[in-house]
């Protein structure tokens, strides 16, 4: 399998490496305003930063779970830039004791029979891209440890009902992993969050995650009204942008600058009201007309 970056978005042999950091540098800091212009190296990886194992995995489910440091390491937190941080600088404070990848129901139920046997807490997984610490086996101290159960295998499409459109997917599937086996059928999920990569259906339910990206490009193809409508708007917007930039390159006092920036944030706020209400006006009339499940 594909080894993920140990603390950052991507995969490991693909990750942004400290020569494109090193060059990337002065130009962020000369952007923002802040910053250092010579970045953090990752710390390697060192296995005696995790803390040892408090409950260890029973002979019977040995096929299916793991304790090595790399697995239990690869499964301490999410995505969120504080995990980012801590990744880089190779800090592991709550780290799952045994991580368990069932293949199917019946593996499931084994394990979460044995976890609450020896009073660990279970933390299903799904692609770890959690940016509020869903992952994290940040524990209450009435359990013995912490069991995070890797639903990654549990990936197939099991059933699709072409009529009514309907299908059952396993809660592992990733967004590439859903939408490659529904183009058999000629179908689509057409939901696309920005982590669609890696994160997966279980993980998108569990969070009520959102995948706008869907709606935004969807209606901007297929839909007649709501282009006109972003058409004008982003004409409407240039010219204001334009004549904002004008008149602030011949008004010097401060105080002037910020009553027109104001308004300006004011137009561009309605302007945006404008293209959502258009989009979920379209949306709601093509619901049931597309051949998304
Ligand atoms: C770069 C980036 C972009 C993002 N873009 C978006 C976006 O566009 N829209 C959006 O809504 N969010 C976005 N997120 C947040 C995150 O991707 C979503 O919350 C996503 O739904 C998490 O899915 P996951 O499979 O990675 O779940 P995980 O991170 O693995 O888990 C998230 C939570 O769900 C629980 N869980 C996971 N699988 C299951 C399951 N099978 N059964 C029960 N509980 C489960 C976990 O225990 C955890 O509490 C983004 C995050 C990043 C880092």
């Not at 941080?85 to 004791?97: A, I, K, M, S, T």
């Not at 990848?101 to 593996?107: I, L, S």
């Not at 004409?235 to 910020?258: C, G, S, W």
């Not at 959502?276 to 619901?287: K, L």
Request: charge should be neutral.
């Amino acid at each position: 399998m594909r080894a993920r970056n140990r603390w950052g978005w991507g995969f490991e042999d693909a990750a942004f490496s400290t020569t494109d950091a090193r060059a990337a540098a002065p130009g962020l800091v000369g952007l923002l305003g802040f910053g250092e212009s010579d970045p953090e190296e990752p710390a390697p990886f060192d296995p005696s930063a995790l803390p040892a194992p408090r409950v260890v995995c029973p002979p019977h489910l040995d096929g299916i779970c793991a304790a090595d440091p790399a697995t239990r390491a690869a499964h301490a937190r999410g995505q969120s830039y504080l995990d980012t941080v801590r990744g880089l600088r190779g800090r592991y404070e709550h780290v799952p004791d045994v991580v368990a990848r069932p293949r199917d129901t019946r593996e499931i139920e084994d394990v979460l029979e044995w976890a609450g046997a020896a009073n660990a807490a279970v933390i299903p997984y799904g692609g770890g891209t959690s940016v509020v610490g869903g992952v994290e086996p940040r524990v209450p101290e009435r359990f013995d440890g912490a069991v995070t159960i890797d639903v990654g295998a549990i990936d197939r499409l099991r059933e699709v009902d072409e009529v009514s459109r309907a299908a059952r997917i396993g809660a592992g599937a990733s967004g590439p992993r859903i939408e490659e086996q529904l183009a058999a059928y000629g179908l689509t999920l057409r939901f696309f969050p920005q982590s669609f990569e890696f994160s997966t259906l279980g993980g998108w339910i569990a969070t009520r995650a959102a995948g706008h990206f869907a709606t935004y490009v969807d209606a901007l193809k297929r839909d007649p009204l709501t282009r006109a409508v972003f058409q004008e708007v982003l004409k409407d917007e240039t010219f204001h942008m334009n004549y904002t930039l004008a008149q602030l390159t011949r008004v010097a006092p401060k105080r002037h600058r910020l009553v027109l920036w104001r308004a300006r944030l004011g137009r561009l706020w309605k302007a945006y009201l404008r293209v959502m209400s258009a989009i979920a006006n379209s949306a709601a009339i093509s619901a049931g007309s597309s051949s998304s499940i």
